[in-house]
């Protein structure tokens, strides 16, 4: 069953519609109708199929011009940044034109970044096709580029007009892609969302094996906490922190490790079991939750073993990390079942056991 969210606030709400097909002829031609040109911006991993689908639907429509970056990290630069906007201007796109974004969050992010700079901002969908993108990245409306001095440095708020999550072209994306994705959706059921926690401790088999219901159920809790959270605090103002809870540490540790040895989820899983064992030493949760806390992050088998960090080492990207107002590291740790909290008031010497396994 398709299901449809809203996100953003007042006149700047976009609808978000999950479902097994939702790259449909119904969805793109609602979006498309409205545009003569659109350009759609893919990279070389994002599957054929599904960026050919997107193509001859939308011909229908507007008339299609594309970009195909080259897979990685390293796309979110400056230089491809340029390039579409020499590229949008080169084929004559104005205000009225439109951008498709289909890939992971790297794609995403870039799109939405030249999408708020093009002309001063011209409208753009998301088609996330990696589930970190459908659960995280595709909502909520950050968009960024790296420069050499790190990573999403550059970015804007920039809201989409519309995110069409399709959850069959998830079948083709890496196992360890997969379950780095589903470190964010265990985040939102221990930061908020007490129906998805149980979803993940009931069904840790049927969900790792990406069962086509109940994908679609956990797709759509995951972006209702996102949205709920984002939609109270659009520019990073206040709750907005709770998302990141376990990427602090999350960060530090992919950034110790120079962003190469160690996926994204991979490290906020590790994270989020480091800002556990935190809550627990500051007297925020019981050793019984920590535990339950554990096992659930243990059952989608999350590598949690930071053995091989020194808190030395952690130490200067902890501290680096951008959640640092005036000063004052801000931990967001959990404060019971689904409920997380936002303190920098705590016992430094905590943070270094919770590093020393
Ligand atoms: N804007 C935000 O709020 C936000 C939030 C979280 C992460 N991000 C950003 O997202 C990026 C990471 O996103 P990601 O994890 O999606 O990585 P990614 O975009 O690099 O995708 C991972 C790989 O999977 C390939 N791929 C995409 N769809 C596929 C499919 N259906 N089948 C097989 N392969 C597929 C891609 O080509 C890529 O090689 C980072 O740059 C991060 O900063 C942004
Ligand atoms: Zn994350």
């Given at each position: 069953?398709?299901?449809?969210?809203?996100?953003?606030?007042?006149?700047?709400?976009?609808?978000?519609?999950?479902?097994?097909?939702?790259?449909?002829?119904?969805?793109?031609?609602?979006?498309?109708?409205?545009?003569?040109?659109?350009?759609?911006?893919?990279?070389?991993?994002?599957?054929?199929?599904?960026?050919?689908?997107?193509?001859?639907?939308?011909?229908?429509?507007?008339?299609?011009?594309?970009?195909?970056?080259?897979?990685?990290?390293?796309?979110k630069?400056?230089?491809?940044?340029?390039?579409?906007?020499?590229?949008?201007?080169?084929?004559?796109?104005?205000?009225?034109?439109?951008?498709?974004a289909?890939g992971g969050g790297v794609v995403g992010d870039i799109s939405g970044?030249?999408?708020?700079?093009?002309?001063?901002?011209?409208?753009?969908?998301q088609?996330p096709t990696t589930l970190l993108a459908q659960v995280d990245s595709s909502v909520g409306g950050k968009t960024a580029?790296?420069?050499?001095?790190?990573?999403n440095?550059?970015g804007?708020?920039?809201?989409p007009?519309?995110v069409?999550i399709?959850?069959?072209?998830?079948?083709?994306?890496?196992?360890?892609?997969?379950?780095?994705g589903?470190?964010e959706?265990?985040?939102?059921?221990?930061?908020?969302?007490?129906?998805?926690?149980?979803?993940?401790?009931?069904?840790?088999?049927?969900?790792?094996?990406?069962?086509?219901?109940?994908?679609?159920?956990?797709?759509?809790?995951s972006i209702?906490?996102k949205?709920?959270?984002?939609?109270?605090?659009?520019?990073?103002?206040?709750?907005?922190?709770?998302l990141?809870?376990?990427?602090?540490?999350?960060?530090?540790?992919?950034?110790?490790?120079?962003?190469?040895?160690?996926?994204h989820g991979?490290?906020?899983?590790?994270?989020?079991?480091?800002?556990?064992?935190?809550?627990?030493?500051?007297?925020?949760?019981?050793?019984?939750?920590?535990?339950?806390?554990?096992?659930?992050?243990?059952?989608?088998?999350?590598?949690?073993?930071?053995?091989?960090?020194?808190?030395?080492?952690?130490?200067?990207?902890?501290?680096?990390?951008?959640?640092?107002?005036?000063?004052?590291?801000?931990?967001?740790?959990?404060?019971?079942?689904?409920?997380?909290?936002?303190?920098?008031?705590?016992?430094?010497?905590?943070?270094?056991?919770?590093?020393?396994?």
């Amino acid at each position: 069953m398709a299901k449809e969210i809203f996100a953003g606030i007042k006149n700047l709400k976009y609808k978000i519609i999950i479902s097994r097909n939702a790259i449909s002829k119904k969805n793109l031609g609602h979006i498309l109708k409205e545009h003569n040109k659109a350009l759609i911006i893919s990279d070389n991993g994002v599957p054929l199929d599904i960026t050919k689908k997107v193509k001859s639907i939308s011909k229908n429509y507007s008339k299609v011009f594309s970009v195909v970056l080259t897979k990685g990290e390293q796309a979110k630069s400056i230089q491809n940044f340029q390039k579409i906007l020499n590229f949008l201007a080169e084929n004559n796109f104005d205000r009225t034109d439109i951008i498709v974004a289909v890939g992971g969050g790297v794609v995403g992010d870039i799109s939405g970044y030249v999408a708020s700079a093009y002309l001063r901002g011209i409208q753009f969908i998301q088609i996330p096709t990696t589930l970190l993108a459908q659960v995280d990245s595709s909502v909520g409306g950050k968009t960024a580029i790296n420069i050499s001095a790190g990573k999403n440095l550059v970015g804007a708020f920039y809201n989409p007009k519309g995110v069409l999550i399709d959850t069959s072209v998830l079948k083709s994306l890496p196992e360890r892609e997969y379950k780095a994705g589903l470190a964010e959706v265990v985040k939102y059921g221990l930061i908020k969302n007490k129906f998805l926690f149980s979803l993940l401790k009931d069904n840790p088999q049927k969900i790792m094996l990406m069962n086509k219901n109940l994908i679609e159920d956990v797709i759509f809790e995951s972006i209702k906490t996102k949205a709920e959270i984002v939609s109270k605090d659009e520019k990073e103002n206040g709750i907005r922190a709770l998302l990141n809870f376990g990427h602090t540490f999350g960060h530090a540790i992919e950034a110790h490790g120079k962003y190469k040895k160690i996926l994204h989820g991979e490290a906020v899983a590790k994270g989020m079991f480091i800002a556990s064992k935190i809550s627990y030493l500051e007297g925020h949760i019981s050793k019984k939750y920590l535990k339950v806390v554990k096992d659930l992050l243990d059952t989608y088998g999350f590598d949690l073993s930071v053995s091989q960090y020194q808190y030395r080492d952690l130490k200067p990207f902890i501290f680096r990390d951008k959640k640092i107002r005036s000063g004052r590291l801000n931990l967001v740790l959990l404060g019971g079942p689904s409920k997380a909290i936002i303190t920098s008031s705590f016992d430094s010497n905590n943070l270094k056991k919770s590093l020393a396994n």
